[in-house]
């Protein structure tokens, strides 16, 4: 816990694969699943909380479209 009451978590988010589709990687799939999930949770924490950590998260080109398909 910080100064202040501020809580520190640190994450690892499993990587989901080269291919940014759910039905052609299941991995990423999971990934998505697993980012859910922890959205839920860090929406129910009662404490200042911030994360940080490995999200296995990279700047994708505009021109990918994964937005479009998640």
Request: hydrophobic share 40%; with cysteine; glycine share 12%.
């Amino acid at each position: 816990m910080l100064p202040g009451g501020v809580r520190l978590e640190n994450v690892y988010v499993p990587a989901g694969g080269d291919v940014p589709d759910r039905t052609a990687n299941p991995k990423f799939g999971q990934k998505l699943d697993f980012l859910a999930r922890m959205t839920d949770w860090a929406a129910g924490l009662a404490t200042p909380t911030i994360l940080l950590g490995d999200f296995n998260v990279r700047r994708c080109p505009p021109t990918c479209g994964v937005m479009r398909r998640c």
